[in-house]
């Protein structure tokens, strides 16, 4: 049975996906799977988030001109200029998430480099947890295109600062 098709019939709302939005959402899985699998080796959390991109920094290696179209569009998704927006709160962030980070970060109150990566792929960990353990699925998991095309730009960079 071709999974697709499976998924078109049983699954809240994959019907309604357009072709680009199902690729970006797959295509995520892959690449936070390699992400997770040989950046973080195989344990994703925000402190080891951190420690990845503090050791980028310590390297040398860390810019952030790859990441800075995701950073301004997370930024306007989860802050409004005055408030958190309704989004933010629907990351789930938890006290192991560093929200007080994620926040600083988002409200552009950091302009310390490693700061500003580390909050935003805590964020993308936060996706990849709502994805993976079924949030995203109460509303049909429309919606996402943008998020996901960010989150998948951001690994792909993270990964590439790493080198082969």
């Known amino acids: 049975m071709d999974p697709n098709s499976w998924l078109k019939k049983f699954a809240p709302g994959f019907d309604q996906l357009s072709a680009q939005e199902r690729k970006a959402i797959k295509d995520f899985s892959m690449l936070w799977s390699l992400f997770e699998g040989t950046i973080l080796n195989t344990n994703a959390n925000a402190a080891a988030i951190i420690r990845t991109i503090d050791a980028l920094k310590g390297q040398g290696r860390l810019t952030l001109k790859p990441f800075g179209i995701a950073v301004t569009y997370f930024s306007n998704r989860y802050y409004d200029g005055t408030n958190l927006t309704s989004e933010f709160?629907?990351?789930?962030?938890?006290?192991?998430?560093?929200?007080?980070?994620?926040?600083?970060?988002?409200?552009?109150?950091?302009?310390?480099?490693?700061?500003?990566?580390?909050?935003?792929?805590?964020?993308?960990?936060?996706?990849?947890?709502?994805?993976?353990?079924?949030?995203?699925?109460?509303?049909?998991?429309?919606?996402?295109?943008?998020n996901f095309n960010n989150a998948n730009n951001i690994l792909m960079a993270v990964m590439a600062l790493h080198g082969p």
């Open 89 to 146: 709160n629907g990351l789930l962030l938890r006290t192991p998430d560093h929200k007080p980070l994620v926040e600083k970060v988002i409200k552009g109150q950091s302009t310390d480099d490693a700061e500003i990566l580390s909050a935003i792929l805590i964020i993308v960990m936060r996706l990849r947890n709502n994805l993976f353990h079924g949030v995203k699925w109460s509303y049909g998991i429309h919606g996402q295109l943008a």
